[in-house]
Nanobody, 121 residues
Framework: QVQLAESGGGLVQAGGSLRLSCAASRNILSRNPVGWFRQTPGKQRELVAAITGGGNTNYADSVKDRFTISRDAFRKTVDLQMNNLKPDDTAVYYC???????????????WGQGTQVTVSS
């Protein structure tokens, strides 16, 4: 079983920055796709940013040019740098990864517990 843990959330004023980190109990984040999602009460969880095993990235339109997803090879984490934060970015942020242990295996999906990001106006 793999556990994911997010860290780095908190309260910040609009225009400020936060850096979220996603760590795993096993070294799986370096070679598997990882996504950062967010969710607010009453809404569906939405993809914010993702990075493939090969390092390709994609972003939700609402965060392009403000958020950057990256891998930290030394810390073995996947980070989300969030700049110019807006009140609409307020949400619980979750990291996710998908692992296929073998060619014939089903894909396994893991989620962290989430970290709260609150942006005040």
């Amino acid at each position: 079983q793999v556990q994911l843990a997010e860290s780095g959330g908190g309260l910040v004023q609009a225009g400020g920055s936060l850096r979220l980190s996603c760590a795993a109990s096993r070294n799986i984040l370096s070679r598997n796709p990882v996504g950062w999602f967010r969710q607010t009460p009453g809404k569906q969880r939405e993809l914010v940013a993702a990075i493939t095993g090969g390092g390709n990235t994609n972003y939700a339109d609402s965060v392009k040019d403000r958020f950057t997803i990256s891998r930290d090879a030394f810390r073995k984490t996947v980070d989300l740098q969030m700049n110019n934060l807006k009140p609409d970015d307020t949400a619980v942020y979750y990291c996710n990864t998908r692992v296929k242990p073998c060619i014939e295996c089903n894909e396994l999906e893991y989620w962290g517990q989430g970290t709260q990001v609150t942006v005040s106006s």
